[in-house]
T-cell receptor, first 109, second 113 residues
Framework: GIQVEQSPPDLILQEGANSTLRCNFSDSVNNLQWFHQNPWGQLINLFYIPSGTKQNGRLSATTVATERYSLLYISSSQTTDSGVYFCAVVDGSARQLTFGSGTQLTVLP | DTEVTQTPKHLVMGMTNKKSLKCEQHMGHRAMYWYKQKAKKPPELMFV???????INESVPSRFSPECPNSSLLNLHLHALQPEDSALYLC????????????FGQGTRLTVV
């Protein structure tokens, strides 16, 4: 099956800093989503982005499907941005989301 | 409305108990999913229902029994679980199984004692 790798595994930032999270995948994808999992376990949809660039407030994402990676940018980070960020993909043969191992983000006040 | 509702939020059960987890969505989605997530790990797929029919079972033990009574509801029946089954159980739905955005419920945190 498809392999999904996220980096870095852990990231600690001071409030106000910017960051870039990366997601590499091993095969072509039909679907790519970024999620934020809050401390209570809820997976919150950030972006549905199989290709191209999208922005939502302080967050933006870019997927370069031909090079098999996606980037999530967080600008002016806030303590409420803390949590685990997951990239998940659906490849051509599967009918399920396969998750990467996640990036644990901690934003310090 | 992009809401998937799961009940209960927390559940503690003994190894001889029978319990059920419930998931509901009213977005008209035709695909529904159960995922299991252990601490500090990503969610792992258990089951996929497409148009109320089971389409994927990821070799899940028979002590987990899914049911899709209608297009809005998904249940997970639990029986004779083991302590290692303690985890966060997440339900999700999407318009179709491919090329469409998936939405997750807040999860049921299950503890087996």
């Amino acid at each position: 099956g498809i392999q999904v790798e996220q980096s870095p595994p852990d990231l600690i930032l001071q409030e106000g800093a910017n960051s870039t999270l990366r997601c590499n995948f091993s095969d072509s994808v039909n679907n790519l989503q970024w999620f934020h999992q809050n401390p209570w376990g809820q997976l919150i949809n950030l972006f549905y982005i199989p290709s191209g660039t999208k922005q939502n407030g302080r967050l933006s994402a870019t997927t370069v499907a031909t090079e098999r990676y996606s980037l999530l940018y967080i600008s002016s980070s806030q303590t409420t941005d803390s949590g685990v960020y997951f990239c998940a993909v659906v490849d051509g043969s599967a009918r399920q989301l396969t998750f990467g191992s996640g990036t644990q983000l901690t934003v310090l006040p | 409305d992009t809401e998937v509702t799961q009940t209960p939020k927390h559940l503690v059960m003994g190894m001889t108990n029978k319990k059920s987890l419930k998931c509901e969505q009213h977005m008209g989605h035709r695909a529904m999913y159960w995922y299991k997530q252990k601490a500090k790990k990503p969610p792992e797929l258990m089951f996929v229902y497409s148009y109320e029919k089971l389409s994927i079972n990821e070799s899940v033990p028979s002590r987990f029994s899914p049911e899709c009574p209608n297009s809005s509801l998904l249940n997970l029946h639990l029986h004779a679980l083991q302590p290692e089954d303690s985890a966060l159980y997440l339900c999700a739905s999407s318009q179709e199984t491919v090329n469409t955005e998936a939405f997750f419920g807040q999860g049921t945190r299950l503890t087996v004692v």
